[in-house]
């Protein structure tokens, strides 16, 4: 039982920092990628497109 | 923990990135620039008298271009930061990552992200004709999602069942369609469309390749220093 807690507990421990890594990475690309907001849409601009972003 | 993640991706996506800025201004940016010549009416495809195909573009422009490079390093350290978190899983269900095996993950996540959208919504060159980019993000998420599930299942899949469903993923965006436009209006040569295209892929690949390569080194290597 305290095995299989310890295990448990171990292999959330490291589900949690990947979740956030990803919720930071997905957070970052919709940033630079898609908010169309129009000093972000201009400074990524030429990034978008070179990216393949869908841009206008 | 969670340094591990921090270091690996800002290491491997800030440096990635930073290749991909100067590979994008060398390769992808004249391109672009001869293309904006086209969007703005200072060149006419078709018009009374031939134009050259190579005509003066703008040289580097401090601003606009160390905008591209910083965007670029801050949109692949996002990939990267996904990319590491997948790797992470992997590892805990045994896969071995390094910076070998971290070059079959770049190739999978250039499939992901640029080759899976891109193989219906083209890199475009400013000027062309678009459907709404509201209903294209739509499109472009649900593909991406989609086509990462897809290379998941392909690569850790054990059966059949698996790799059918990885197929159906990667193939049911294209066969339902992209958002397309309802009359095209892209006043730029055909030439430099498709060698837009052509160079954004290829840029693409070469920067996720180097992506892969160093979130699996730098998240060995990292978790070398937790452990020992």
């Given at each position: 039982m305290t095995t299989m807690t310890k295990t448990l507990s171990a292999s959330r421990a490291r589900f949690v920092p990947a979740l956030f890594a990803a919720l930071i990475g997905v957070a970052m690309i919709t940033l630079t990628g898609h908010v169309q907001a129009a000093a972000l849409h201009d400074a990524a601009h030429d990034v978008r497109h070179a990216t393949g972003f869908p841009c206008h | 923990m969670f340094q591990r993640f921090l270091i690996t991706?800002?290491?491997?996506?800030?440096?990635?990135?930073?290749?991909?800025?100067?590979?994008?201004?060398?390769?992808?940016?004249?391109v672009l620039l001869h293309a904006e010549l086209y969007e703005s009416g200072e060149l006419v495809h078709f018009g009374a008298e031939a134009i050259s195909a190579h005509p003066d573009l703008h040289g580097f422009d401090a601003m606009r271009d160390g905008l591209s490079?910083?965007?670029?390093?801050?949109?692949?350290?996002?990939?990267?930061l996904m990319l590491v978190a997948l790797m992470s899983v992997a590892e805990e269900n045994g896969a071995q990552i390094d910076g070998r095996t971290?070059?079959?993950?770049?190739?999978?996540?250039?499939?992901t992200f640029h080759?899976?959208?891109?193989?219906?919504?083209?890199?475009?060159?400013?000027g062309v004709a678009a459907a709404d980019v509201g209903a294209r993000q739509i499109?472009?998420?649900?593909?991406?999602i989609g086509a990462g599930i897809a290379m998941w299942l392909l690569a850790f899949g054990r059966n059949w069942t698996m790799w059918g469903v990885a197929v159906i993923l990667l193939a049911?965006?294209?066969?339902?369609?992209?958002?397309e436009p309802d009359v095209f209006t892209g006043p730029v040569p055909t030439e430099?469309?498709?060698?837009?295209?052509?160079?954004?892929?290829g840029v693409g690949l070469a920067t996720w390749v180097l992506v892969g390569c160093f979130a699996g080194y730098f998240w060995q290597r990292e978790g070398e220093r937790e452990n020992g």
């Open positions: - | 991706s800002l290491f491997a996506g800030a440096a990635a990135g930073l290749i991909a800025g100067i590979l994008q201004l060398i390769f992808v940016q004249p490079v910083i965007f670029t390093m801050l949109t692949y350290t996002g990939y990267t971290g070059i079959l993950w770049g190739i999978a996540g250039f499939v080759f899976a959208p891109g193989l219906s919504l083209a890199p475009e060159v400013p499109w472009w998420w649900a593909t991406v049911a965006p294209h066969l339902i369609g992209a958002p430099i469309g498709a060698l837009f295209a052509a160079r954004a892929f």
